[in-house]
Structure formats: structure tokens, C-alpha cells
């Protein structure tokens, strides 16, 4: 069985973070493992706590998996800060998993940045080399580039710049357009638009989360970079579609809407 290691924050509302990434893994029939960079106190309706995971315990952690059950690839979300971003890009260096994810999750859903100037500058010089694919969206992309991100154009030519100054492939979330739902693959040189539809369902908590890890399970069974994004893309939105509705605020997707109760019901 293939292995998937998600490193990042625990959402005890389960929709998204640790929870969602295992949920996403398992749904793909493979192995999850999870190593917990900060417990949330979170829910539908927002974040109301962050309590960072010790640096030197996340490290133990990273040591426990890959010493024991390497994973095939690994999905990286959520990095409160710059002692626990050392102790993955420890891990990175040290273990050299076949495949890396990185979330780029730098902003709140407000657009509120989530890290500090230190850690952001940290993150953009020691974390994002480190990675074989990005997934920002549109708001994280033009942070990180300094750039106003607007046309199908410019989207192509931030994904390029994106892509030479980080070294990695860039799976750039269309997900803010309003008048699509189109995302952009940037692999090698090439752009790749891969086409979607905004599904009438505002229950998109955890979106990130889950194609970030979706594209982690493709890359893990061997499918290329274009295979896993479009196998993820397809994923992502039947979960969406399948039009769950939990919670008072932004609830969760059904990252099991594949799998059906002896009833018929998901």
C-alpha cells in the first residue's frame, strides 16, 4: 500500500487541516500518516485558538514516521511559525521523501495574513525549494509574488515567474475567479489550464487542504504531475458537488462521497 504523510494543523471541526488530509488519503485507498504542527480551536464559523506544536516534539514526530513507515509523499499544510518550519525543512533534507506538496497557506480565508513578516520571508527563502509542487491561490500567489494577479494572461505569466523563482511545479486555484472555476497547472515550462465550473454549494471549507492532499495521493501511486492535478481536480469537485451541509458557517466537503452506506447514502 502506498503511504501519504500529511504535515500540518489539527482542525477539530474536521473539515479541514490534518482531519481533511486523512479523510482525502483514505478516500484514495491509501495509507495515512500525520505528523501535527499546531492544534486550532476552530469551527465552520472561524478560528477562534492556535496553539503551536513545540518544535522539538514536531520533530520527533517527523523522526517516528520516517524512520518507521517512509511515506511515498508528502503533503505540507499549515506552519505556524519559523521553529516549526525548521524542524520540517530538517526532516526534508534529511529524509528526502520521492514527493512534496506544499499548501502555501499564508492568508485566512479573510485574506488576514496567518504568519509573520520573519516567518513569512523564512517560508519563501527555506520551505518553498523545498517543494516539488505549489497550490496557492490567487490572493497567496500575488503575496508571495508582489504582483496584481487579474486575467487568464497574467495568471500564466505569475504561474512562469512563480515557478522559476521557486524551482517547483505551480498548481495555481482558480477557485476566487467568479466567473470560472478554471485552475492553471505550470509544470515544466508548460501551462496547463484545467477547466472547472463554480459548484453552487458555499460549504468549501477544507478545499485547500483537500486538493493539496488529493494531488499527494496521485503523485504517491506514480501518476505525473498533469495526471495527479486532473485526478484531484475531479476529486475535489464531486465533493463539493455531492452538496453536504454542516455547521452554521463555511462547512466541510464529503471527502467520502464516493463511499455509500449499505442504505445508499453517503
Same mark, same amino acid.
Given at each position: 500500500? +502506498? ?5 500540518? *494543523? ?13 479523510? !482525502?488519503?483514505?478516500?484514495? %485507498?491509501?495509507?495515512? &500518516?500525520?505528523?501535527?504542527?499546531? =492544534?486550532?480551536?476552530?469551527? !465552520? ?7 503551536? !506544536?513545540?518544535? &522539538?516534539?514536531? &520533530?520527533?514526530?517527523? #523522526? #517516528? ?7 511515498? $509523499? ?17 526532516? =526534508? ?8 506538496? =506544499?499548501?502555501?497557506?499564508?492568508? #485566512? ?6 504568519? #509573520?513578516?520573519? $516567518?513569512? @520571508?523564512?517560508?519563501? @527563502? ?23 494577479? +487579474?486575467? +487568464? ?9 512563480? %515557478? ?24 515544466? /515550462? ?31 501511486? /506514480?501518476? *505525473? ?7 484531484? +481536480? !475531479?476529486?475535489? %469537485? *464531486? ?28
Amino acid at each position: 500500500m +502506498k503511504v501519504v504523510l500529511t504535515i500540518a *494543523g489539527s482542525d477539530p471541526s474536521g473539515g479541514a487541516g490534518i482531519q481533511a488530509d486523512i479523510k !482525502t488519503i483514505t478516500a484514495h %485507498a491509501l495509507y495515512a &500518516e500525520s505528523a501535527i504542527t499546531a =492544534l486550532t480551536a476552530q469551527n !465552520t464559523q472561524g478560528v477562534t485558538g492556535i496553539l503551536p !506544536t513545540p518544535p &522539538e516534539f514536531l &520533530e520527533q514526530q517527523l #523522526s #517516528s514516521v520516517f524512520t518507521d513507515i517512509p511515506p511515498n $509523499a508528502v503533503k505540507i499544510g499549515m506552519l505556524p511559525d519559523i521553529g516549526q518550519m525548521e524542524a520540517v525543512r530538517a526532516a =526534508l533534507q534529511k529524509f528526502r521523501p520521492p514527493h512534496v506538496v =506544499l499548501d502555501t497557506i499564508i492568508l #485566512s480565508t479573510s485574506g488576514t495574513p496567518l504568519m #509573520s513578516p520573519k $516567518a513569512l @520571508s523564512y517560508f519563501q @527563502s527555506r520551505i518553498l525549494p523545498l517543494a516539488d509542487i505549489y497550490t496557492p491561490n490567487l490572493p497567496e500567489a500575488e503575496l508571495l509574488l508582489q504582483l496584481s494577479i +487579474k486575467t +487568464k494572461e497574467e495568471r500564466v505569466a505569475a504561474a512562469r515567474q512563480f %515557478a522559476l523563482q521557486y524551482k517547483g511545479a505551480v498548481y495555481l486555484k482558480g477557485g476566487h475567479d467568479t466567473a470560472s472555476a478554471d485552475d492553471l497547472l505550470f509544470s515544466q /515550462g508548460v501551462p496547463l489550464w484545467i477547466p472547472g465550473k463554480h459548484i453552487p454549494n458555499p460549504n468549501t471549507h477544507g478545499t485547500g487542504c483537500t486538493l493539496s492532499s488529493a494531488i499527494a495521493c496521485g503523485l504517491a501511486c /506514480g501518476f *505525473g504531475m498533469e495526471e495527479s492535478a486532473r485526478r484531484a +481536480k !475531479t476529486y475535489i %469537485a *464531486g465533493a463539493i458537488a455531492d452538496g453536504m451541509d454542516l455547521g452554521k458557517g463555511n462547512g466541510p466537503l464529503n471527502h467520502m462521497y464516493q463511499i455509500k452506506g449499505k442504505d445508499g447514502k453517503g
